[in-house]
Structures are given as structure tokens and as C-alpha cells.
């Protein structure tokens, strides 16, 4: 970053590239670093070019959403040690045992403060769970 510059936005895209089926057209990116932070958009059961992984499989999809967190970080130049934060969605209470199992076999040792809500769904019928972090640079 220069001098002059107050953050970098990482990954760019735009939604009606994302969910063609849909009726978007929002400018957004995957992460951005600002002043010391990494605030990385929600990862779900999907790898970085749109592909489900997981279907029907919430601990599947928390083990992608935790890989996409892991690339997105290492691109921002931070890792998973340096998670401060992290918010876990779940679409059903019987997927809280097998996405916090997983997340936590990423996290171990890390000690995020984290939230965890279920919600009704998330942008999409085939997602079980997303995770939202943020992390700070070392």
C-alpha cells in the first residue's frame, strides 16, 4: 500500500457475475485490508470461483469456508493466527456441533472471540452455514 492509500480491496467482482440468476449488480471483493484489519465478505461451502462443495454437508462446507478464510488471508499478507473475530450462521441448530468441529480443527489455539447465530437461510438455498471474520495484520 502507499502512502496515500487508506486500504486495498482484494479479489474484486461483481455480483451479476456471481448469481447470474439473480438480478444483481453490486461491486464487491472477497476481502479488504484497512488500517491494520482484514475484513474478509462471508465464506460459505463454496471454493473461490463459485463451485458448491459440500452439498448437504454442513461439516463439508465449514472445512471449504475455512479454506477460502485461510487463502483470502495469506492473499491480504495476515493468517489464520491473526483471526480477531469470527461470526458463524448456521441454518439449522443440528449443524453446530459439525461446523464448530471443523472450524475449530482450523482455529486451534488461535482463541477468536467469536458469535454464532442460526438464521432462516443465507443467500442461497444449498448453504448450510457462513462464516464472517476479521483479522488483523501481523
Known amino acids: 500500500m502507499s502512502a496515500t492509500t487508506t486500504h486495498r480491496r482484494i479479489r474484486p467482482f461483481n455480483t451479476r457475475d456471481t448469481y447470474p440468476e439473480q438480478n444483481l449488480n453490486n461491486d464487491l471483493c472477497h476481502a479488504v485490508v ?64 459439525p461446523v464448530y468441529q471443523t472450524v475449530g480443527r482450523w482455529l486451534r489455539g488461535v482463541h477468536p472471540v467469536s458469535t454464532g447465530l442460526v438464521v432462516s437461510g443465507l443467500a442461497q438455498p444449498e448453504w448450510l452455514m457462513e462464516i464472517d471474520v476479521i483479522a488483523v495484520m501481523p
Open 34 to 97: 484497512a488500517n491494520g484489519t482484514v475484513y474478509l465478505r462471508g465464506q460459505v461451502g463454496t471454493d473461490l470461483k463459485g463451485n458448491l462443495v459440500g452439498h448437504g454437508d454442513a461439516a463439508a462446507q465449514a472445512d471449504q469456508a475455512m479454506a477460502n478464510v485461510e487463502q483470502l488471508l495469506h492473499e491480504a499478507g495476515s493468517d489464520l493466527t491473526h483471526i480477531v473475530k469470527t461470526t458463524i450462521y448456521i441454518t439449522d441448530p443440528r449443524y453446530r456441533e
